[in-house]
């Protein structure tokens, strides 16, 4: 299980040492949720900070656009270079087309889904993909609850994926901890993000090291 810590519930006051704490405590990635205030009832960082965060990180950026106008943020962001940028299936008229682009910039495309939305919908588009992520709250806002469902529905994806495109890695994200890390696991999810969880814990490694099943 590989772990990435969402900085949405770091201090922001102190991001640098934040991110040096998490990246110091073992983690995987390091996940920045990306909001434009449309999509999703909040409002989070821009470039420029996330620029500062790259320098700073000593682990691959995962990036979660939650936003309407993707292409305009894809280019913003693709020139960080993150390991990953995912958008939202929800938001995108022309889901393949997009996939293309953020590969052709030397990212690993990823999709995401919200709580409601089928596997079944991104069927065709699982042989283009190297991650899709699961949200497992409604995107917006940290310290969710987890919806259980995902659990069923991470079962399904792993189905078609083993079918599709075996490599294609799963993430979870949202109310994501010790509770129901085992779950994840043997759900065939292969990366979880978690903010809360692991930023409202006093010792990130101890936090990391217990999801880490
Ligand atoms: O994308 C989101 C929320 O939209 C997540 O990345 C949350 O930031 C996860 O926070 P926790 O649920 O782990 O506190």
Excluded: W
């Excluded at 949405?8 to 991110?19: H, M, Y």
């Excluded at 939650?66 to 943020?73: A, C, K, L, T």
């Amino acid at each position: 299980m590989l772990i990435a810590p969402s900085i949405l519930s770091a201090d922001f006051g102190n991001l640098q040492k934040e991110i040096e704490s998490i990246c110091e405590a073992g983690c995987d990635l390091v996940h920045i949720d990306v909001m434009d205030g449309h999509f999703v009832p909040n409002l989070t960082i821009g470039p420029v900070v996330v620029e500062s965060v790259s320098r700073v990180s000593s682990k691959p950026l995962d990036i979660h656009l939650m936003v309407e106008n993707n292409n305009f943020f894809v280019d913003l962001f693709a020139p960080l270079k993150p390991k990953y940028l995912s958008f939202h299936l929800e938001s995108e008229k022309h889901p393949h087309r997009l996939i293309q682009k953020i590969r052709s910039l030397g990212i690993s495309p990823a999709i995401t889904l919200n709580p409601h939305t089928k596997v079944e919908d991104i069927e065709y588009l699982l042989q283009d993909l190297d991650m899709v992520l699961l949200m497992s709250v409604n995107p917006g806002f940290g310290g969710q609850r987890f919806i259980p469902t995902i659990l069923e529905k991470a079962k399904k994806l792993k189905e078609l994926i083993s079918e599709r495109n075996p490599s294609c890695l799963i993430e979870v994200d949202g109310g994501v901890s010790d509770k129901n890390i085992k779950y994840l696991k043997d759900a065939g999810v292969d990366i979880v993000v978690a903010g809360s969880y692991v930023f409202g814990n006093e010792d990130y490694k101890k936090a990391i090291d217990s999801l880490r099943v």
